[in-house]
Antibody, heavy 118, light 113 residues
Framework: QVQLVQSGAEVRKPGASVKVSCKAS????????IHWVRQAPGQGLEWMGW????????DYAQRFQGRVTMTSDTSISTAYMELSRLRSDDTAVFYC???????????WGQGTLVTVSS | DIVMTQSPDSLAVSLGERATITCKSG????????????LAWYQQKPGQPPKLLIY???TRESGVPDRFSGSGSGTDFTLTISSLQAEDVAIYYC?????????FGQGTKVEIK
């Protein structure tokens, strides 16, 4: 069965970076894009971007341009999302999700809580 | 960016009754060349990731109960739960994928009356 398993919760200070992983199983990793979606506490869903694991191509939402880097390692079927220059309002749950180049997103990871606090 | 606006923000429905959520997009998400509406609906229960319910505005994802249905075209869309069950308590989001960035509605919280 398709599974996306994300890394555990992280705590960072403002200005630091965080890298979240998303390990895929149950399907051909290079056959689908991996998207990242952010959800601040008690708030809605915000699309951050995608990576095509087959080519390494990426597309980032404009508001994250320059701060986000999405990568993948096909040898271990794992995608990564790194967010730098963290601010307190980056505190959120970050989800990875599988989909075509653009949604719909049919399988989601369990989410990774990133807390940014001094 | 295409703004997606859902209404209401929350609603309370009795068990077995119908729940209706609307989603309006800032511009049409109907792609004329294939006559498809690039609109999806997701369900998110507390502490869980979102779950895909509907895509292409009206196509039910595999395994989704048939009490969930989607309709609409262009800029106006509806998610209907025909007979609300206790397990349907959740927040529901629409999302357009007609243009990048794909954008979500603000969510509609469905509760039991």
């Amino acid at each position: 069965q398709v599974q996306l398993v994300q890394s555990g919760a992280e705590v960072r200070k403002p200005g630091a970076s965080v890298k979240v992983s998303c390990k895929a199983s149950g399907y051909t990793f290079t056959g689908y894009y991996i998207h990242w979606v952010r959800q601040a506490p008690g708030q809605g869903l915000e699309w951050m971007g995608w990576i095509n694991p087959n080519t390494g191509d990426t597309d980032y939402a404009q508001r994250f341009q320059g701060r986000v880097t999405m990568t993948s390692d096909t040898s271990i079927s794992t995608a990564y999302m790194e967010l730098s220059r963290l601010r307190s309002d980056d505190t959120a749950v970050f989800y990875c999700a599988r989909g075509p180049q653009y949604p719909p997103l049919d399988y989601w990871g369990q989410g990774t809580l990133v807390t940014v606090s001094s | 960016d295409i703004v997606m606006t859902q209404s209401p923000d929350s609603l309370a429905v009795s068990l077995g009754e119908r729940a209706t959520i609307t989603c309006k997009s800032g511009r049409s998400v109907l792609y004329s060349s294939n006559n498809k509406n690039y609109l999806a609906w997701y369900q998110q229960k507390p502490g869980q990731p979102p779950k895909l319910l509907i895509y292409w505005a009206s196509t039910r994802e595999s395994g989704v109960p048939d009490r969930f249905s989607g309709s609409g075209s262009g800029t106006d869309f509806t998610l209907t739960i025909s007979s609300l069950q206790a397990e349907d308590v959740a927040i529901y989001y629409c999302q357009q994928y007609y243009s990048t960035p794909p954008t979500f509605g603000q969510g509609t919280k469905v509760e039991i009356k």
